[in-house]
């Protein structure tokens, strides 16, 4: 299908284990983000990307490791999960730099137990 | 920093209300803003973008204005339907280049009555 989409929808892992987040999408846009969504903090952001192989920390990125070995897609990974990661995840695409929407996926709900 | 701040964070009406969600940002060196509506357990889904030298975008029942200089946006919802129930959120980016993020809001909870 065409679009942005994330998977897994949900995951629980224990705490120390590492989980990696998938986002893919169609749109060969190049510039792509991982936010996550708090209650009392809103959406914040992680990591950003502006093309394949170039990344850059965003608002929150202690704990979180990024790569984008290709355009389309661009993994989170938690090295080793602690429950203040908890949260929902959504990744996100843009065309360019230009005057354009933001595009999002579906999100992740992670629970680290 | 940019502060965004929505209000009221929850809102209920009755079906068939026009209605107007608040937005405001602190700084109003803005690149454009964005609005969206999140349904529960859902993403976001884009609704209208305003570009920092418009002042308003439409869209069907949808209405967004900007006020750069006062820090203010909001959007009007003309004759407000049960399926219009969500989280509303509006986002601010500040700048053109590649690092320049969406700052959001927390959002207003719409509840429409039938």
């Known amino acids: 299908d065409a679009g942005i989409t994330q998977s897994p929808r949900y995951k629980i892992t224990e705490t120390g284990r590492q989980v990696t987040l998938m986002c893919h999408q169609t749109?060969?846009?190049?510039?792509m983000f991982w936010y996550r969504q708090d209650l009392g903090h809103g959406l914040r952001l992680i990591y950003y990307?502006?093309?394949?192989?170039?990344?850059d920390k965003g608002e929150v990125p202690d704990g979180y490791v990024v790569s984008r070995s290709k355009t389309e897609n661009f993994p989170l990974t938690l090295e080793s999960a602690t429950r203040s990661q908890t949260s929902v995840y959504f990744c996100a695409s843009r065309y360019g730099p230009s005057n354009t929407e933001a595009f999002f996926g579906q999100g992740t709900r992670l629970t680290v137990v | 920093k940019q502060e965004v701040t929505q209000i009221p964070a929850a809102l209920s009406v009755p079906e068939g209300e026009n209605l107007v969600l608040n937005c405001s940002f602190t700084?109003?060196?803005?690149?454009?803003l964005q609005w969206f509506r999140q349904d529960p357990g859902k993403g976001l889904t884009s609704l209208l973008l305003?570009?920092?030298?418009?002042r308003e975008q439409t869209s069907g029942r949808l209405n967004a204005s900007l006020d750069k200089s006062s820090g203010r946006s909001t959007l009007y919802i003309a004759a407000s339907q049960p399926g219009d129930s969500a989280t509303y959120l509006c986002?601010?980016?500040?700048?053109?280049?590649?690092?320049?993020?969406?700052?959001f809001g927390e959002g207003t909870q719409l509840t429409v009555n039938p």
């Open positions: 990307s502006a093309a394949a192989d170039i990344t």
């Open positions: 700084d109003s060196a803005i690149y454009n």
């Open positions: 749109w060969s846009h190049s510039y």
């Open positions: 305003i570009q920092s030298s418009q």
């Open positions: 986002a601010v980016r500040r700048g053109e280049t590649s690092g320049s993020r969406l700052t």
